[in-house]
């Protein structure tokens, strides 16, 4: 458990992989076995608490849809833990880290095993927006 508290920010531009073990809601963080806390880069999703900041995107759906999106692309839920994260067994992710994203998060481009991008398979989900502010992903198909 001490490992997920001691995250560190991924160098801008490194390519790193991670395993998800815990997402908190649906642009993250995702925490990584590997260590890092993932924002997912480019997408916004409304907070934990149904809210939007004013200076991002607000999506129409709740909180709790692009969470369980995106827990179902990590391979589904496996419980929660105390502080309600969901626990995950994710396929690992190939990331571009775009540097940090406040506090101990990285904000990076990542591709599914699949080869398909995390944060355009959350936008097709239609429980996150893109924010074009960040957006320098690919043109989601």
Same mark, same amino acid.
């Given at each position: 458990?001490?490992?997920?508290?001691?995250? =560190? /920010? @991924?160098?801008? &531009?490194?390519?790193?992989?991670?395993? #998800?073990?815990? @997402?908190?809601?649906?642009?993250? #963080? $995702?925490?990584?076995? %590997? &260590? #890092?806390?993932?924002?997912?880069?480019? /997408?916004?999703?409304? %907070?934990?608490?149904?809210?939007?900041?004013?200076?991002? #995107?607000?999506?129409?759906?709740?909180? /709790? %849809?692009?969470?369980?999106? +995106? $827990?179902? +692309?990590?391979?589904?839920?496996?419980?929660? /833990? =105390?502080?309600?994260? @969901? $626990? $995950? *067994?994710?396929?690992?992710?190939?990331?571009?880290? %775009?540097?940090?994203?406040?506090?101990?998060?990285?904000?990076? !481009?990542?591709?599914?095993?699949?080869?398909?991008?995390?944060?355009?398979?959350?936008?097709?989900?239609?429980? @996150?927006?893109? !924010?074009? *502010?960040?957006?320098?992903?690919?043109?989601?198909?």
């Amino acid at each position: 458990m001490l490992a997920l508290l001691a995250a =560190s /920010i @991924v160098a801008s &531009g490194q390519t790193f992989t991670c395993t #998800p073990t815990h @997402v908190w809601d649906g642009d993250g #963080p $995702v925490w990584c076995a %590997e &260590g #890092p806390h993932l924002r997912i880069a480019g /997408i916004a999703a409304r %907070e934990m608490d149904g809210t939007c900041r004013t200076n991002q #995107p607000c999506p129409a759906a709740s909180a /709790i %849809e692009p969470r369980d999106a +995106l $827990v179902q +692309l990590m391979g589904g839920a496996r419980g929660t /833990i =105390s502080t309600g994260h @969901v $626990v $995950v *067994r994710g396929p690992r992710l190939t990331c571009r880290s %775009e540097g940090g994203a406040g506090g101990n998060r990285t904000a990076a !481009w990542c591709r599914l095993p699949s080869g398909a991008d995390l944060s355009c398979a959350m936008i097709k989900t239609g429980t @996150v927006l893109r !924010w074009d *502010r960040y957006w320098k992903g690919p043109a989601c198909r």
